[in-house]
């Protein structure tokens, strides 16, 4: 089968060649059924996540031994089930998440750990939503517990993690202010029905969400969805209200912030590391059912996928760019149905 492998760590945004991290390889061999309750999956779609970027550079967290075929989120078709499994049958459309392997033609997966993808569902959008809208589902719902009208900030808003928070944030009722950078992101966020854009391109946030605040009679910030992390951290906390919760989420900007703890005292604000991930580990159940209310809230179109540039897994390095770049507006995808292509190029 074709995979993508990375053979040692490095920037995958250099064109692929003998010099680049990343290679494809035409005869990887296909993964056997390992247990009895495992099912194999023949990929249509597979997204890539900033952390993808981060884990082929060397700066993630998780450091695999190399070589190893990056990707975590996918969609596809059950092409082989193992006697055990008793869910599943061949030819169904499910998604789910692995730590690595998805930037492969097939992947096996435990049947616990995948997702029928409903009727109604874009095969391909529901391989996008796993980690992202995970991760902000996780955040909001199950740790902030995000209400109707309170008011959501969330930063690096066009992106993966950012736009879903922004979508879910809009299902829940509350008043969303969004921070991006471009005319472009903020068209695109404006057409949404986000409350507030403010265009990071055009001077500092603090000014624009205070007046935007004033206007509404509201008193700040109730719940700050980071994944972008130092100085836009920063400001954003001259915002927030007594009680207010922190969602840290990532560090986009390279800069890890510092929240101080004299002030979390004083006004009473709650700060949530939140590594979406080890909840498959440490709370399985919170995570199922997260995942299946996304995919329903998916088929009702309460939320859906904006998927700015698509690849196949030979122009790899070129959906690794679009990240590096902050040219993803959504998600960026690699699939494998030329079909699934329609996307204009960088
Ligand atoms: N905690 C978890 O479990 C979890 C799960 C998923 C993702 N994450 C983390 O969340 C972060 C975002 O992930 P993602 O997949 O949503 O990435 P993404 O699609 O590339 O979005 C990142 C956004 O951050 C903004 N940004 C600000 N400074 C940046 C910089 N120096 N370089 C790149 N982007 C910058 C960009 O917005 P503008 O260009 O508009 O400023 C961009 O849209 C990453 O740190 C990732 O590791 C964490």
């Known amino acids: 089968m074709e995979a993508l492998l990375c053979r040692r760590l490095g920037d995958p945004t250099v064109s692929i060649s003998s010099e680049s991290p990343i290679s494809i390889s035409t005869s990887h ?54 006697n055990g499994v008793s869910r599943f049958k061949v030819g169904d459309r499910v ?12 992947i096996v997966a435990e049947e616990k750990d995948l997702y029928l993808v409903p009727d109604g569902c874009d095969l391909v959008a529901a391989g996008a939503l796993p980690v992202a809208f995970g991760t902000s589902h996780v955040a909001l719902v199950h740790r902030a517990k995000l209400g109707p009208g309170q008011v959501l900030l969330v930063l690096g808003a066009a992106g993966g993690v950012g736009l879903s928070a922004v979508q879910i944030g809009k299902v829940c009722g509350s008043i969303v202010i969004a921070i991006a950078r471009g005319a472009e992101k903020v068209r695109f966020l404006e057409s ?3 409350d507030h854009v403010v265009d990071l391109g055009k001077g500092s946030i603090i000014e624009s969400v205070k007046g935007f605040l004033k206007a509404r009679k509201l008193k700040g910030v ?80 309460l939320i859906s996928i904006n998927i ?39």
Not at 321 to 328: P, Q, Y
Request: net charge positive; glycine share 8%.
């Open 308 to 346: 700015s540039h698509s690849y196949s897994l030979s122009e790899a390095n070129l959906a690794f760019a679009a990240i590096k770049e902050r040219k993803v507006i959504g998600k960026v995808m690699i699939t494998f149905d030329e079909h699934d292509r329609p996307r204009s190029k960088l």
């Open 192 to 194: 949404l029905g986000v």
């Open 29 to 82: 061999p296909i993964p056997s059924l390992d247990s009895p309750t495992a099912v194999r999956v023949r990929i249509r779609a597979t997204s890539l996540n900033y952390a993808n970027y981060l884990q082929v550079l060397g700066k993630y967290q998780e450091k695999p031994p190399l070589p190893f075929i990056p990707g975590s989120d996918y969609s596809g078709i059950v092409e082989s089930v193992g």
């Open 222 to 301: 109730d719940v700050l969805y980071d994944p972008v992390g130092g100085k836009l951290t920063k400001d954003s906390m001259k915002l927030l209200n007594w009680g207010a919760n922190i969602l840290v989420i990532g560090f986009a900007s390279g800069e890890i912030p510092v929240i101080p703890a004299n002030i979390a005292l004083v006004k009473n604000w709650t700060v949530h590391g939140l590594y979406w991930g080890s909840y498959r580990v440490y709370r399985p159940k919170v995570l199922e059912d997260s995942l299946k209310e996304l995919l329903s809230w998916l088929a009702r179109g």
């Open 95 to 106: 998604c789910s998440f692995a730590a690595l392997g998805s930037f492969a033609e097939m």
